[in-house]
């Protein structure tokens, strides 16, 4: 007879490895192996969230610069998306566009700090970008299979990542300026005469600008929720079920189309700076 006894499969022993604490504060299970490495991928994972942290960043020190410049944001016939619609008194005159005065001057600040804050609002709480930078600038995680070094986790159940639920009410805010930055859109269709019937190089600009810009406002989760993600039956809803998986088509391109959407706004941005400033004369082809 034996006179000793047998640790259960998974129970600490004498011999057993003692639970060691992991990145982010949390200890492994009783039994499991004691793997010093904080992950074992042997590829460059760090790459993807430092580009990303990169792209963002580079971003957002570009428009913030352009949003309080408040300077060389209109030649005709071409208004920044910046700073369109142009909702003070200081904005430069804009023949045929929308320009509403109706926050007075503003103080002096740049008009655009009323703009940019329903796009910026879209784009902050969009899913895909809630993913890029929480994993770019948060290290939460910073990629899969690599533990995070928080060494807790709530989620977005406090203030103040809970207000990503406003996501889906900034939607329609990014709708109407979908619909703006068409019009001003068919507006560059025109001369610096304000003419219609002309083309010039901004035009293409601006026509590739808000293609992109559709196209991923429209990618939107919320949008394709909206759309059909309440139906119970969708044999009684032919057209929203058609229309669903056209967003749903979408929806699959959503990272590609918010990096490209974001980087066709800030180069009609730069288009415009580039005109307003005299740098070249806009190529008109007809």
Same mark, same amino acid.
């Given at each position: 007879? $034996?006179?000793?006894?047998?640790?259960?499969?998974?129970?600490?022993?004498?011999?057993?490895?003692?639970?060691?604490?992991?990145?982010?504060?949390?200890?492994?299970?009783?039994?499991?192996?004691?793997?010093?490495?904080?992950?074992?991928?042997?590829?460059?994972?760090?790459? #993807?969230?430092? #580009?990303?942290?990169?792209? %963002?960043?580079?971003?957002?020190?570009?428009?913030?610069?352009?949003?309080?410049?408040?300077?060389?944001?209109?030649?005709?016939?071409?208004?920044?998306?910046?700073?369109?619609?142009?909702?003070?008194?200081?904005?430069?005159?804009?023949?045929?566009?929308?320009?509403?005065?109706?926050?007075?001057?503003?103080?002096?600040?740049?008009?655009?700090?009323?703009?940019?804050?329903?796009?910026?609002?879209?784009?902050?709480?969009?899913?895909?970008?809630?993913?890029?930078?929480?994993?770019? =600038?948060?290290?939460?995680?910073?990629?899969?299979?690599?533990?995070?070094?928080?060494?807790?986790?709530?989620?977005?159940?406090?203030?103040?990542?809970?207000?990503?639920?406003?996501?889906?009410?900034?939607?329609?805010?990014?709708? %109407?300026?979908?619909?703006?930055?068409?019009?001003?859109?068919?507006?560059?269709?025109?001369? #610096?005469?304000?003419?219609?019937?002309?083309?010039?190089?901004?035009?293409?600009?601006?026509? $590739?600008?808000?293609?992109?810009?559709?196209?991923?406002?429209?990618?939107?989760?919320?949008?394709?929720?909206?759309?059909?993600?309440?139906?119970?039956?969708?044999?009684?809803?032919?057209?929203?079920?058609?229309?669903?998986?056209?967003?749903?088509? %979408?929806?699959?391109?959503?990272?590609?189309?918010?990096?490209?959407?974001?980087?066709?706004?800030?180069?009609?941005?730069?288009?415009?700076?580039?005109?307003?400033?005299?740098?070249?004369?806009?190529?008109?082809? =007809?």
């Amino acid at each position: 007879m $034996a006179t000793g006894t047998t640790q259960p499969t998974g129970s600490s022993g004498p011999d057993s490895p003692e639970p060691r604490p992991a990145p982010g504060g949390v200890r492994d299970a009783a039994g499991r192996a004691a793997i010093p490495e904080a992950h074992l991928r042997v590829d460059r994972w760090w790459l #993807a969230p430092a #580009a990303t942290a990169l792209g %963002l960043l580079a971003f957002v020190v570009y428009s913030t610069w352009r949003a309080f410049a408040n300077a060389d944001y209109y030649d005709a016939p071409y208004v920044s998306p910046f700073y369109s619609p142009c909702l003070a008194d200081n904005c430069e005159p804009m023949k045929g566009g929308p320009n509403w005065e109706i926050f007075g001057g503003w103080w002096g600040l740049s008009p655009a700090l009323i703009i940019l804050i329903f796009p910026l609002g879209f784009r902050l709480t969009c899913y895909y970008y809630r993913k890029a930078y929480y994993r770019g =600038f948060w290290a939460s995680p910073p990629a899969c299979a690599v533990a995070e070094p928080h060494k807790k986790y709530t989620g977005e159940t406090r203030f103040p990542l809970i207000l990503q639920n406003l996501h889906r009410y900034f939607f329609y805010a990014a709708l %109407l300026v979908a619909v703006i930055l068409s019009y001003d859109t068919l507006l560059a269709f025109r001369n #610096a005469d304000y003419e219609w019937g002309h083309m010039g190089l901004g035009t293409l600009v601006f026509l $590739a600008n808000i293609a992109l810009i559709w196209a991923y406002t429209l990618s939107c989760h919320s949008c394709r929720h909206i759309i059909g993600g309440r139906l119970r039956h969708f044999s009684k809803h032919p057209v929203r079920y058609r229309m669903w998986g056209w967003v749903g088509k %979408l929806n699959e391109r959503h990272m590609l189309l918010a990096w490209a959407s974001l980087i066709s706004v800030g180069l009609a941005d730069f288009y415009v700076y580039l005109l307003a400033t005299g740098a070249f004369d806009d190529p008109r082809f =007809f």
